[in-house]
């Protein structure tokens, strides 16, 4: 992996919601925010996770939610704009593989838990943050974090497939909404990175996964978090409802 450069102040002033900001991409996303100048709340359904990962954040904000609950949604972004007085950025990251099992052996209290976090809960934090954009001079950034998966789907992760499919809809509607503001609202799509997120796979499909990158290799969360933060900042200013590939070469379109 090449050096990642970091960009000093280049979030000074901002204020930036990470949802899964206890572990993973999210994690990673919310620590480099914090170095280039960000105020962030990390927001993740682990209170004792979230808790210790804000403790490694510069000025972080821990917010113990689940995202599936609309109500906790809400609350949690009171209690963040209460915090910094307004939100700038949102990277939504929180998400769940589900089982690794055929269509039709899927349980449909897994199919509805994954439809609950990776689009629900996506779908309630991009809701409940637009109105506080529009409010701050019409100006926001919001990253979603799709997946590979939702361009492709994945054989043996229907719910997960389906949902960041899913994701990649919403954020091309969302951005047509808001096109003609300052708010931009965008969605990354990586191959597999290895996170505490594969503790939920198989080995099988893990395996499958690195099998179709041509590069031969998974992700490190530094590749995507460099994507997901030019997206987030001031740059980021002519693309919106866009789907930014990061995937070792695996992604065809």
Known sequence: MGKVATFKDRFAG????????????????AQRLAEEGARVALWDRD????NEAASKVRGALA????VADSDAVEAAMTKTVEAFG?????VASAGVTGPNQTVWDYP??????VVDVNLNGLFYCNRAVVPHMQANDGYGRIVNIASIAGKEGNPNASAYSATKAAVIGLTKSLGK??????IRV???TPAAVRTPIFQQMTQAHIDFMLSKIPVGRFGEIEEITALICWLASEECSFSTGAVFDV????ATY
């Open 186 to 188: 965008n969605c990354v």
């Open 63 to 66: 917010v113990p939610v689940d």
């Open 247 to 250: 995937s070792g070469g695996r």
């Open 47 to 50: 209170a004792a996770a979230v």
């Open 86 to 90: 307004k939100v700038d950025v949102l």
């Open 108 to 113: 449909i209290a897994e199919w509805k838990r």
């Open 177 to 182: 909404e808001l096109a003609k503001t300052d």
């Open 14 to 29: 901002r204020c930036a919601i990470v949802t899964g900001g206890a572990s993973g991409i999210g994690a990673g996303t």
